[in-house]
């Protein structure tokens, strides 16, 4: 392991002498008379700490650590300054100017063996906590790209049946995606999931459900069929206390029938053009992943022109964060709330409609931000 580097930057020699004599030992010292001459030596050999003496001709120490600070030393690097005085303006000048602490004259060993080891000690920590950081943020970026990969760039595209999404994570790698997949020629295929959990694993098993979700629904026309040979793919690669909640439907295209199942979501609603009312769509089973050999049941409706079916991650659960006199402070959005802002928002076009949803919705949380990814899948038969 490497030692630790400190400059010391005295002006007087004897001084200086007895600096190195006390952290030899311990540290590979650099040694400055200036400076100027602390400067140059901290471009070539950048320090650790920096024991930095106030008074010095030419640059004293406070000019000294102003240019030390602009760029030439790692602004984490602690400074102490080395002084005789014992006045407290100079103290708080030179804290204000970046120094972490003061070591007066004449200097006491232990006094100065514990305030450099502390020093240190603390930056260390520092530079690891920002190396593990940056670690983080690279794997996080590395998550929000395979998340953002899962969302389908476009939908498919069919005469009588249109979709449209809106999908506003809580962080850079959220826990939600959702899927339209054409399945030959007369059936198109959709999907809601939310990943238990967020950040590099729930991108990863969202990934993963994807691929065994595009690669099993070309060749299985059943939705309960579906999700029971993933949840027994899923229960054998997901820890124990990951799951996913995963609604699945296919629209035939000649007949306008819909079949479905539901594990676990939250219930989506079929709003009915005619007679403008919804029914929820909660046919199904368990969750995904959590149990295994599970079996899922199917639901079969019939679609008209103008029947939307809304799917929905969050937005009940959602609580306002209103003031406490208001009516809503503390409660849910709800599902009744939800069903009317749908019902209210019917005669808009399918592009406008859920933006209008999410405005109400932060109208009632008295926030944009919330504490889960907000996510919303429409289709309408057209």
Same mark, same amino acid.
């Given at each position: ?10 002006? &007087?020699p004897?001084? !200086?002498?007895?600096?190195? +004599?006390?952290? +030899?030992k311990?540290?590979?010292v ?5 400076g100027?001459?602390a ?10 700490? *920096?024991l930095?003496?106030?008074e ?7 000019? +000294? ?14 400074v102490?300054?080395? +002084?005789?005085l ?7 000048t030179?804290l ?5 602490? =003061?070591?007066? /004259?004449?200097y006491?060993?232990q006094?100065?063996s514990?305030?450099?080891?502390n &020093? ?19 794997e996080m970026?590395?998550a ?10 476009? #939908? ?13 994570p809580v ?5 939600d #995606?959702?899927?339209?997949?054409q ?14 959990g &967020?950040?590099?694993?729930?991108? %990863?098993?969202?990934a993963?459900?994807? %691929? ?9 026309g ?8 993933i ?15 995963v #609604?699945?439907g296919?629209i ?7 079949? =479905?199942?539901n594990?676990?979501?939250?219930r989506?609603?079929?709003? !009915?053009y005619f ?11 368990p969750?995904v ?16 022109t103008g029947?939307? *079916?809304?799917?929905?991650f969050?937005?009940s659960?959602?609580l306002?964060?209103?003031?406490e006199?208001t ?5 849910? =959005?709800?599902v009744? !709330?939800? /069903?009317?802002?749908?019902i209210?928002?019917?005669?808009l ?15 009632? &949380?008295?926030?944009?931000t919330?504490?889960?990814?907000i996510?919303?899948l429409l289709?309408?038969?057209?």
């Amino acid at each position: 392991m490497s030692r630790s580097r400190v400059l010391v930057v005295e002006d &007087h020699p004897l001084s !200086r002498r007895i600096l190195e +004599t006390m952290l +030899t030992k311990s540290y590979d010292v650099i040694s400055a008379a200036s400076g100027h001459e602390a400067i140059e030596k901290a471009r070539n050999q950048p320090p650790d700490l *920096v024991l930095l003496d106030i008074e010095m001709p030419g640059l004293n120490g406070f000019k +000294t650590l102003e240019i030390l600070k602009s760029g030439i030393i790692d602004p984490a690097v602690p400074v102490i300054f080395l +002084t005789a005085l014992e006045d407290s303006k100079s103290r708080e000048t030179g804290l204000v100017a970046g120094a972490v602490d =003061y070591i007066t /004259k004449p200097y006491d060993k232990q006094e100065l063996s514990i305030k450099v080891k502390n &020093h240190l000690a603390l930056y260390e920590a520092r530079k690891e906590i920002e190396a593990r950081n940056r670690v983080m943020a690279r794997e996080m970026e590395m998550a929000s790209q395979l998340q953002r990969s899962l969302l389908p760039e476009e #939908f498919p595209k069919h005469e009588h049946v249109v979709f449209s999404a809106l999908y506003k994570p809580v962080s850079p790698a959220g826990g939600d #995606f959702y899927d339209v997949i054409q399945l030959g020629p007369s059936k198109i295929g959709f999907a809601e999931v939310d990943v238990s959990g &967020h950040g590099v694993a729930s991108a %990863m098993v969202g990934a993963m459900f994807k %691929m065994a979700f595009q690669s099993f629904a070309s060749t299985t026309g059943s939705p309960a069929e579906l999700l029971k040979v993933i949840n027994d793919q899923m229960f054998g690669v997901l820890p124990d206390s990951d799951f996913l909640t995963v #609604f699945y439907g296919i629209i035939d295209l000649e007949t306008l029938e819909m079949t =479905y199942t539901n594990a676990g979501h939250p219930r989506p609603f079929l709003f !009915r053009y005619f007679p403008k009312d919804i029914e929820e769509l909660g046919v199904g089973g368990p969750l995904v992943g959590a149990l295994l050999g599970m079996e899922y049941e199917e639901g079969v409706v019939r679609l008209q022109t103008g029947d939307r *079916v809304l799917l929905t991650f969050m937005l009940s659960s959602c609580l306002s964060y209103g003031l406490e006199n208001t009516e809503d402070s503390g409660n849910f =959005y709800g599902v009744d !709330r939800l /069903k009317k802002t749908f019902i209210n928002s019917s005669s808009l076009n399918l592009q406008e409609t859920l933006p209008v949803i999410l405005d109400n919705l932060v109208e009632f &949380h008295c926030s944009e931000t919330f504490d889960d990814d907000i996510t919303m899948l429409l289709m309408e038969i057209v």
